[in-house]
C-alpha cells in the first residue's frame, strides 16, 4: 500500500522564521513528489519533483528531493503571516495504469504570527 | 486558476438519500479525479476518470459510484448517503499524460444527518 507521512503536523513560528516541513514515502513504481499549500479552500499546486537533488524555487519557497532516502523537504525563509496554511505533499505512482494516481499526507499545518 | 466548478457547494441531506456531485471544467483536460478530505486524513482518492466512459476505483470508493459521459463533466454520486460520508469532496483535473499535475476545484462541503 502507498504511503505517504508529513511532520510536523502543526507547527507555529513567528514571521520571519524559516522552516521546513518534511514529507516521506513508500510508493510503487515513484514518478513525482508534489506540494500543494492549501488556504481554507482548494489546494493550489506549488511544486513538482521528478529529480533527486535539484532544488525547485518559487520565491521564498524552496524544496528538494531525495530519491534514494524517499523524503522531500519544503523550505519556506523569511515567512509571512500570508504563509499560514496547510502544506500537502503527495506522490505519484507511474505504475501500469495508475493514469498519476496520488497518494497524499495527512499535511502539516503552519501558523505564522506577527 | 484552471476553469473547475463543483456544484452544489454546500449540500445537507439525510441518512439514505441519494446525492450526486457534480465537477464541471472548461480546460478540456482528459483526467479528472475526486477526492475527500477529512482531518487527520489529508486527500484521499475516491474514483478517477481517465477519459469519457473510462473510470476507475480509487482508495475509499465503497459506496460512490461515478460516471463521464461528456469530457467537461464528472458526476460523483452517492447512493445511500450515511453519516460517514460527511466530508469536503474536491474534484481535480490534470492535462499531463500521466495526470500528475493536478488542478482542484473549490470543494463541495456536504454533511449527511
Known amino acids: 500500500e502507498d504511503k505517504v507521512v508529513q511532520s510536523p503536523l502543526s507547527l507555529v513560528v513567528h514571521e520571519g522564521d524559516t522552516v521546513t516541513l518534511n514529507c516521506s514515502y513508500e510508493?510503487?513504481?515513484?514518478?513525482?513528489l508534489l506540494w500543494y499549500k492549501q488556504e481554507k479552500k482548494a489546494p493550489t499546486f506549488l511544486f513538482m519533483l521528478t529529480s533527486s537533488g535539484i532544488e525547485k524555487k518559487s520565491g521564498r519557497l524552496s524544496s528538494i528531493l531525495d530519491k534514494k532516502e524517499l523524503f522531500s523537504i519544503l523550505n519556506i525563509t523569511a515567512t509571512q503571516t500570508g504563509d499560514s496554511a496547510v502544506y500537502l505533499c503527495?506522490?505519484?505512482?507511474?505504475?501500469?495504469?495508475?493514469?498519476?494516481?496520488?497518494?497524499f499526507g495527512q499535511g502539516t499545518i503552519l501558523t505564522v504570527h506577527p | 486558476d484552471a476553469g473547475i466548478t463543483q456544484s452544489p457547494r454546500h449540500k445537507v441531506t439525510e441518512t439514505g438519500t441519494p446525492v450526486t456531485l457534480r465537477c464541471h471544467q472548461t480546460?478540456?483536460?482528459?483526467?479528472m479525479y475526486w477526492y475527500r478530505q477529512d482531518p487527520g486524513h489529508g486527500l484521499r482518492l475516491i474514483h478517477y476518470?481517465?477519459?469519457?466512459?473510462?473510470?476507475d476505483k480509487g482508495e475509499v470508493s465503497d459506496g460512490y459510484s461515478v460516471s463521464r459521459s461528456k469530457t467537461e463533466d464528472f458526476l460523483l454520486t452517492l447512493e445511500s448517503a450515511t453519516s460517514s460520508q460527511t466530508s469536503v469532496y474536491f474534484c481535480?483535473?490534470?492535462?499531463?499524460?500521466?495526470?500528475?499535475?493536478?488542478?482542484f476545484g473549490p470543494g463541495t462541503r456536504l454533511l449527511v444527518l
Open positions: 481535480a483535473i490534470s492535462e499531463s499524460q500521466r495526470g500528475e499535475t493536478q488542478y
Open positions: 476518470s481517465y477519459g469519457v466512459k473510462d473510470t
Open positions: 480546460e478540456n483536460h482528459r483526467y
Open positions: 510508493v510503487t513504481n515513484f514518478r513525482s
Open positions: 503527495a506522490a505519484s505512482n507511474a505504475g501500469g495504469t495508475s493514469y498519476g494516481k496520488l497518494t
